[in-house]
Structure formats: structure tokens, C-alpha cells
């Protein structure tokens, strides 16, 4: 049974940092992309960013220059490192991973990220 589990989410200033952790059971050698989304209230669950299991990242416009992903094998974790937070950035972030001969990515259960003074 494959699970992802987000930590790393809180209440932040604008123009402060948050990491984000997503800790996978099992191997992430499996998982050939994972990815980072995120769903504000009323609105659609988005890309942030992602990568592949090679490090290839991409990331949406409207964090490319702030935010960071990447994974660690041997830990079996993948981050999102934010800076500059902006209030636009607050939702629930989701993180996410495809495996080879599954249609159907696996999910975690989210974590808040809430940028506000």
C-alpha cells in the first residue's frame, strides 16, 4: 500500500519560507515523475511543480524564481521549498506521484499553506 504524506504546511508572512515534505512508503525508485498541486478554495487543483526521476523539473509561471523541488531517493522524499511567499499562494498542497503501469497517480492528503499578516 503506497502512501504519501505531506508535512511542512503552516500560517507564514508574506515574503517568508516554508518547506514542504512529501514522505512516500516505499521506494520512491519507483515513481518515474512526482509532483507538487495545489486547490484553493473554489478553485481547481493546479500544478506547481514537478519532477521526474531523472531531476528534470517544471514549474507553473506563476512560481517559477520562488520555489523549489526536488527529491531525495535515499530518504524517500520529495520538497517543495517556498520563498516569497505571496497571499495567492495559500491552498491546500497536494503532492503527488506516477508509477509505471498505472493510470491512476497516487495522492497525500494535503497540507494548508496560508500566507497572511
Known amino acids: 500500500q503506497v502512501q504519501l504524506v505531506e508535512s511542512g504546511g503552516g500560517l507564514v508572512q508574506p515574503g517568508g519560507s516554508l518547506r514542504l515534505s512529501c514522505a512516500v512508503s516505499?521506494?520512491?525508485?519507483?515513481?518515474?515523475?512526482m509532483g507538487w498541486y495545489r486547490q484553493a478554495p473554489g478553485k481547481q487543483r493546479d500544478m506547481v511543480a514537478t519532477i521526474t526521476i531523472d531531476g528534470r523539473t517544471n514549474y507553473a509561471d506563476s512560481v517559477k524564481g520562488r520555489f523549489t523541488i526536488s527529491r531525495d531517493n535515499a530518504k524517500n522524499t520529495m520538497y517543495l521549498q517556498m520563498n516569497s511567499l505571496k497571499p495567492e499562494d495559500t491552498a491546500v498542497y497536494y503532492c503527488?506521484?506516477?508509477?509505471?503501469?498505472?493510470?491512476?497517480?497516487?495522492w497525500g492528503q494535503g497540507t494548508q499553506v496560508t500566507v497572511s499578516s
Open positions: 503527488n506521484a506516477l508509477r509505471s503501469g498505472r493510470a491512476i497517480p497516487y
Open positions: 516505499g521506494s520512491m525508485l519507483s515513481f518515474y515523475a
